[in-house]
């Protein structure tokens, strides 16, 4: 498999435990113990949980004013979450390409792109990795067309800026998804961080009826009902304590495939500064990519094709020249990336890529 969530013991207990002293399940204590652990891990002010990491882009987005017919920059290259969170309210994602060094959105056609419908960036951290042109250009250029920044950092939990901040810090709002693939899972799962006091208090009543907290019919604005339950933050708190760990070894299996892979000029894998990113996934411009797919496969070794275009997805089937992300859609593979990968396990996929070239 190229990937699978991790969960032990300890999580197991932790429900069991949390079933023994309370049984209302839905979102309370726990849920807000785990909320106060991802904001201290992260440096954030606020964190709201929310079901899954494509309601906190849509909530990220209705809170920080995109509104239905609103234009949002969104990259070509990402999980199709990214451009779906906003047509989910009626507001426009526009496409522009990525770079190939960082697969996150490329600068110079960012500013062609805005409209005066324009209303937010959506930047994606490709795979926990920030832009080359780095965050304070793209902060200038919202500054400079009043546009908000959106960061979906579902990537990037356990990365960060060149200056230390993580990522998810630097927009109005950043956003994070704890589904099966990400490096902590909650099953499913979300949340949102900010540290405006305006914004955190919109995301809690747009994921709550509107209402100021539980037990109450009193409605402050339009909200909906998008909680997180008990039961996965029983989970998601077990897992934060694991995060540390995963980010180490994120990184050292990056460098393991790496060193490895160092001479096959049929794969080149996408380049990761581990002293700020995590990877989340192995990334890679592979030659002959189905052949090689299916060998690996014939030798027990899972791999996945990146994101096609989202331009040409027939979802949205929409014209335009997007290099890097046809690029990519063309050649890109991911190889196995599961934390739990053992050095003998990358060290066989090393040798199973260097047989098939
Ligand atoms: C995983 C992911 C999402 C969606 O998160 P879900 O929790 O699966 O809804 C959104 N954006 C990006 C970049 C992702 O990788």
Known sequence: MQ??????????KAICEYMDEDGFITEFKRTQEFEKMIAEFTGAKHCIAVNNGTISLTLAAMAAGVEAGDEVIVPNYTMIASPNSLKMFGAVPVFVDVEESTLCLDINLVEAAITPKTKAI???SANGRYPDAGIEQFLALCEKHNLKLIEDSAQSL???YPDGTHIGCKGLVGSFSFSAPKIISTGQGGAIITDDDDVALRLRRLKDFGRDGGGTDV???IGFNFKFTELQACIGIEQMKKLSERVERKKAIFLRYKAGLEGVEQVKLFENNVSTTAPWFYDALVERREDLIAHLKGKGIGSRVMYPPIN????????????TSELIGEKGLWLPSA????DEEIDYIIE???EFY
């Open 219 to 221: 409605h402050e604005s």
């Open 312 to 323: 040409q997805q027939r979802a949205y089937a929409e014209d335009g020249s997007y290099p």
């Open 352 to 354: 199973s890529i260097k």
């Open 3 to 12: 990937m699978r969530p991790l969960f032990g013991e300890e999580e197991k």
């Open 122 to 124: 959506m930047l994606v």
């Open 158 to 160: 356990g990365s960060y």
């Open 339 to 342: 934390v739990q990968l053992t």
